[in-house]
């Protein structure tokens, strides 16, 4: 008689625990799909922040070419302000 008593018990006893490990199983499942979010969302940042440092990279170069451009053209015209003075310089000493 006392085995069939303790035997709902047994039961009772596993199927707590059984609960108790599936709560917890459930739990770590939640904590590692959080993690496995993160990090794809740490991956889709990276990602991000490799296009705008390409877009950035881009522009940088862009800018080099338009100062080393306006670099020409500026020493271009000095030397058509400089003509000209020289030529204000002629034409004054040819109306003295």
């Known amino acids: 008689m006392a085995?069939?008593?303790?035997?709902?018990?047994f039961g009772q006893?596993?199927?707590?625990?059984l609960?108790?490990?599936?709560?917890?199983?459930?739990?770590?499942?939640i904590a590692l799909t959080r993690q496995v979010l993160k990090g794809s969302r740490s991956?889709?940042?990276l990602g991000q922040a490799a296009r705008n440092m390409v877009i950035q990279e881009d522009a940088i170069l862009h800018s080099?070419?338009?100062?080393r451009k306006m670099s020409i053209i500026t020493t271009h015209?000095?030397?058509h302000v400089e003509h000209s003075k020289n030529l204000q310089d002629q034409l004054r000493h040819l109306l003295k």
């Not at 085995?3 to 018990?9: A, C, D, H, I």
């Not at 006893?13 to 625990?17: A, E, F, N």
């Not at 609960?19 to 499942?29: L, N, R």
């Open 3 to 9: 085995s069939t008593e303790s035997q709902p018990r």
């Open 13 to 17: 006893s596993v199927k707590g625990l």
């Open 19 to 29: 609960s108790d490990k599936v709560g917890s199983c459930s739990g770590d499942v």
């Open 43 to 45: 991956q889709e940042l």
């Open 64 to 67: 080099e070419d338009s100062l």
């Open 77 to 79: 015209l000095q030397y």
